[in-house]
């Protein structure tokens, strides 16, 4: 009996093996021939796509594109081909010469030309069906016309549950479609989100020396103006590029920080793109219907870049606006290079505020409260060319280029003058010791050839502190050391007393 069972259970496993591979030899390549050839059942305009897919128009490449129009519920675009001088690309209608990110464009290429369903939800689409799939009414359309004048427009309608697409219908055929979810980095996309985060277009870092009224506002007030020198006001004569603050008036720009200033905004890139047009109710959005920040310069005689800065954002960033390309650009800003609009003057400005080369002085007048003198200087050239400097005083003092070595080192004290941080005095404080004339310790006023007036004075409001005004307004101490040693030494130059302008007294 065990053997007839084991017999049996033997047969069973035979035939069983015997009809697999009957089943792996013939019946399935058949069943997978049959489905391999199944013909795709195309509608009139469809293409046949990759992998038993439908196109729902010809595939359209971008050199056969003439313009993509998209509306969506951001608004509207249209990317139009362009010829300039011999050489073909698009541009964002509105916002000519404007640059754009290319791989983003390429996605709007790809998904506006080459419409390759994932599936027809059908070919006999009814005014309910149109309904049901939200194509009533559409979301987003976009119209893509071809250099053959041939064009398509693309209805897009509700996002499947899914998240893996969108239900879509062409213009003039009954049927809705199932397009890939890419089109929401594209079609559905703001036209901010081509367009690269860029405020300064085609400046190199060498292109500070060429950058005149570089002008920061803090809301409607100037906080600081800084303009190129011309060669005659340079310190250095050997200098390429010098420059001097326009405002506050009469100190020496801090020309480290003015570069690494200027080199972060003629290259300043934004993290994205967040707005693009001219809706005041969009600045306002971001804080810019009232920037907190203005930032002006040209470079050369026929650019001038504005750029409006919003408040720091709680959320870590400032909104920067520029007026490039004639539009206006909000971008999302990036902390290290705004930051330093919040930097006080004192980094704006050289800790030595006077710097005039003597050469371009005239006249030099020292008022230490006790006695006032004025300096004639008169300059001009030896017989070998080399300058010459002859002083004459109102008191009677003179020296001529022989022996002038001294009042040079006089000068050079008053160039050692050195600022020292921000005054901790209130506006009515400052007014008030300046309105003293017992609190007066010196001051000097510098006339130059070109007849420019620049007076520096110093008030006394602490033992080792003094206010120094430039042309009657100050924002700065320095120590009072400075001012005593310019009292003291004008009075060794009188004597006739060697001065040495290194030494603290």
């Not at 017999?7 to 035979?14: F, N, S």
């Not at 030899?25 to 469809?46: C, F, H, M, S, Y």
């Not at 002008?215 to 006001?233: I, R």
């Not at 050239?381 to 002083?391: C, I, P, Y």
Request: charged share 25%; net charge negative.
């Amino acid at each position: 009996m065990k053997k007839d069972k084991i017999i049996t259970a033997a047969v069973t496993v035979g035939v069983f093996l015997l009809l697999l591979i009957g089943y792996l030899a013939v019946v399935r390549p058949i069943v997978n021939k049959t489905e391999e050839t199944k013909p795709i059942e195309l509608i009139d305009g469809e293409v046949e796509g990759p992998n038993g897919r439908v196109l729902m128009f010809p595939h359209v490449e971008r050199k056969d594109i003439d313009s993509i129009e998209v509306h969506n519920s951001t608004g509207e675009y249209k990317f139009t081909r362009v010829t300039e001088n011999g050489e073909t690309t698009f541009m964002l209608d509105g916002f000519n010469g404007i640059a754009y990110q290319d791989e983003a464009f390429a996605q709007l290429v790809v998904s506006a030309g080459y419409t390759i369903a994932m599936e027809r939800v059908t070919d006999k689409a009814t005014a309910e069906d149109y309904a049901t799939y939200g194509l009533d009414e559409p979301q987003a359309y976009w119209i893509l016309t071809g250099t053959d004048k041939k064009e398509y427009r693309v209805n897009v309608g509700d996002e499947l549950v899914s998240g893996t697409g969108y239900y879509a219908a062409l213009e003039g055929r009954d049927c809705i479609y199932v397009l890939s979810s890419n089109i929401k980095n594209s079609i559905l996309a703001p036209a901010a989100s081509f367009i690269d985060p860029i405020v300064c277009v085609g400046l190199t870092q060498e292109s500070y020396m060429f950058v005149d009224n570089f002008t920061v506002l803090h809301g409607d007030d100037v906080f600081v103006s800084v303009k190129q020198c011309t060669q005659e006001e340079f310190v250095n004569p050997d200098a390429m590029a010098e420059t001097k603050l326009a405002y506050p008036a009469g100190y020496k720009t801090d020309d480290t920080f003015f570069l690494t200033l200027v080199s972060r905004f003629i290259s300043l890139l934004g993290e994205e793109t967040v707005y693009l047009g001219h809706d005041e109710a969009e600045f306002a959005k971001y804080g810019l219907d009232d920037p907190y920040y203005t930032i002006f310069f040209q470079l050369g005689e026929n650019y001038q870049f504005l750029i409006y800065v919003s408040e720091h954002q709680e959320h870590g960033c400032y909104y920067p606006m520029t007026n490039l390309t004639g539009s206006h650009t909000e971008l999302r800003g990036a902390n290290d290079k705004l930051s330093r609009l919040e930097y006080d003057l004192t980094h704006t400005m050289h800790d030595k505020p006077i710097m005039y080369n003597i050469t371009y002085v005239d006249r030099l007048t020292v008022n230490t409260g006790d006695e006032k003198i004025k300096f004639e200087l008169n300059h001009g050239t030896d017989e070998d060319g080399k300058a010459t400097l002859e002083v004459s005083a109102d008191n009677g003092f003179e020296m001529t280029n022989s022996d002038v070595y001294n009042f040079r080192e006089f000068y050079k004290v008053l160039l050692s003058v050195q600022l020292d941080g921000a005054a901790d005095l209130t506006d009515e404080e400052k007014e008030k010791l300046i309105a003293d004339d017992g609190n007066l310790v010196a001051s000097v006023i510098f006339r130059m050839n070109d007849g420019t007036v620049n007076e520096y004075a110093f008030y006394r409001y602490s033992t080792r502190r003094a206010l120094m005004t430039v042309n009657g307004s100050g924002e700065f101490y320095v120590k009072a050391d400075w001012i005593e040693k310019i009292v003291s030494d004008l009075d060794r130059l009188q004597r006739g007393l060697e001065i040495d302008s290194s030494s603290k007294i």
